[in-house]
Nanobody
Framework: QVQLVESGGGFVQPGGSLRLSCAASGAIFTFTAMGWYRQAPGKQRELVAD???????NYADSVKGRFTISRDNAKTTVYLQMNALRPDDTAVYFCRVRHVVAGRGDYWGQGTQVTVSP
């Protein structure tokens, strides 16, 4: 069993920055993909960014150039550096950690609220 705990969310003004962290504990599998998703009121949950086994990263078009995903060497913590935040970035952000082989592990955090407003 793997547990994910997000931190770093909060309230920030437009143009500000936040850094989200997701710490994984428990039985961490060897081959992982880690990522961040978000869900805003009235919208579907969407991929924000992920980092795959081997280091390939993917970003939603809306956050390219503003957000950066990274992970520690042990692959137990994933980060999301968010710069130039906009009101439409307001959402609950969820951490996801999964095995690269489908069916072998897929875990989600409880979510952390990010609110961007004057």
């Amino acid at each position: 069993q793997v547990q994910l705990v997000e931190s770093g969310g909060g309230f920030v003004q437009p143009g500000g920055s936040l850094r989200l962290s997701c710490a994984a504990s428990g039985a961490i599998f060897t081959f992982t993909a880690m990522g961040w998703y978000r869900q805003a009121p009235g919208k579907q949950r969407e991929l924000v960014a992920d980092i795959l086994y081997g280091g390939t990263t993917n970003y939603a078009d809306s956050v390219k150039g503003r957000f950066t995903i990274s992970r520690d060497n042990a692959k137990t913590t994933v980060y999301l550096q968010m710069n130039a935040l906009r009101p439409d970035d307001t959402a609950v952000y969820f951490c996801r950690v999964r095995h690269v082989v489908a069916g072998r592990g897929d875990y989600w955090g409880q979510g952390t609220q990010v609110t961007v407003s004057p």
